[in-house]
């Protein structure tokens, strides 16, 4: 099984409905992260988290929303998906205990907005 | 601000070839580095990293990275490619106590016949 975990992996959705993407984590991390992936335009950070109490946003976190549900599970929504959004979509974890804040990633979550 | 560069958008070799990526690297404190890897409809995989120890780094499936600083370059290399190399190719940039990793633009590499 994946280490980090998220669903639903494929999802077409129509402008102006909610869409929530769930990530659970089996590493024991405690920071969580979701990344968007357009093309050419690489990783951009959307929400981040240290710990359950803790949200942070990123750069480009308008339009979007986070849960930290517990320490294994961050969630990312979408209050009113617009076509802009649709994208590859990652939730990632790090230990800042281990060497060199590595990131580890989720196979991605496939968004289209219609 | 830390942020990363990489130059190409496209990257093109035979199989056999010497694969050269490169990746520039702007920071204002020692900077941890590193190269994803994301074959087709999958995730991100860690190809290598670069944290203040040795500065020619050797990762999976025979690439390495030597870390200049006189240069900021962090570039990716591998000998000889194979068909199996074809993917895209990231490079991040960290450091001790940041909060989070930037990320370059991808380099996607092809490898013909």
């Known amino acids: 099984d994946a280490d980090v975990t998220q669903t639903p992996r494929n999802r077409i959705t129509k402008t102006g409905k909610r869409i929530m993407l769930e990530c659970s984590q089996t590493?024991?991390?405690?920071?969580m992260y979701w990344y968007r992936q357009d093309p050419g335009l690489g990783l951009r950070l959307i929400y981040y988290?240290?710990?359950?109490?803790?949200?942070n946003k990123g750069e480009i976190s308008d339009g979007y929303s986070v849960s930290r549900q517990a320490q294994a599970k961050f969630s990312l929504s979408l209050e009113s998906a617009i076509p802009n959004q649709t994208a590859l979509y990652f939730c990632?974890?790090?230990?800042?205990?281990?060497?060199?804040?590595?990131?580890?990633f989720g196979e991605g979550s496939w968004l289209t907005v219609v | 601000a830390q942020s990363v560069t990489q130059l190409g958008s496209h990257v093109s070799v035979s199989e056999g070839a010497l694969v050269l990526l490169r990746c520039n690297y702007s920071?204002?404190?020692?900077?941890?580095l590193f190269w994803y890897v994301q074959y087709p409809n999958q995730g991100l995989q860690l190809l290598l990293k670069?944290?203040?120890?040795?500065?020619l780094v050797k990762g999976i499936n025979g690439f390495e990275a030597e870390f200049k600083k006189s240069e900021t370059s962090f570039h990716l290399t591998k000998p000889s490619a194979h068909m199996s190399d074809a993917a895209e190719y990231f490079c991040?940039?960290?450091?001790?106590?940041?909060?989070?990793?930037?990320f370059g633009q991808g380099t996607r590499l092809t490898i013909n016949p």
């Open positions: 991040a940039v960290s450091s001790q106590g940041a909060q989070k990793l930037v």
């Open positions: 988290s240290f710990d359950v109490k803790d949200i």
């Open positions: 920071s204002s404190v020692p900077p941890y």
């Open positions: 590493k024991g991390h405690d920071r």
């Open positions: 990632a974890t790090s230990d800042p205990g281990g060497s060199g804040n590595t990131i580890y």
């Open positions: 670069y944290t203040s120890a040795a500065t």
